[in-house]
């Protein structure tokens, strides 16, 4: 059974920085596109950033330039890296999965971990 299980929210001022992990369990990695989700209160969930198993990146427009997104397949983890979070960066944060290159609907989901942004 794949498990998704994230770590390293919390609460930070504006401008700040923090990285969040997602490590997987139960699955073969490498195989996996996986991707970072966000919803925020009363706004339809969006799609921050993906890393296909061949390691292409994507991201919204709304993070393009602040967030990176990162894989460590030997650790069979997923990292986002956020920088210069602004208050609209609030949301619970989750990891998704789906086997092969692209994440369109994903298969598999971590249960979350809020960020916070303020001041």
């Known amino acids: 059974q794949v498990r998704l299980v994230e770590s390293g929210g919390g609460l930070v001022q504006p401008g700040g920085s923090l990285r969040l992990s997602c490590v997987a369990s139960?699955?073969?990695?490498?195989?996996?596109?996986m991707g970072w989700y966000r919803q925020a209160p009363g706004k339809q969930r969006e799609l921050a950033a993906t890393?296909?198993?061949?390691?292409?990146?994507n991201y919204a427009d709304t993070v393009k330039g602040r967030f990176t997104i990162s894989r460590d397949n030997a650790k069979k983890t997923v990292y986002l890296q956020m920088n210069s979070l602004k208050p609209e960066d609030t949301a619970v944060y989750l990891c998704?999965?789906?086997?092969?290159?692209?994440?369109?609907?994903?298969?598999?989901w971590g249960q979350g971990t809020q960020v916070t942004v303020s001041s």
């Open positions: 998704a999965s789906r086997i092969g290159s692209q994440l369109a609907t994903p298969q598999y």
């Open positions: 139960g699955t073969i990695f490498s195989m996996y596109t």
């Open positions: 890393v296909t198993n061949g390691g292409d990146t």
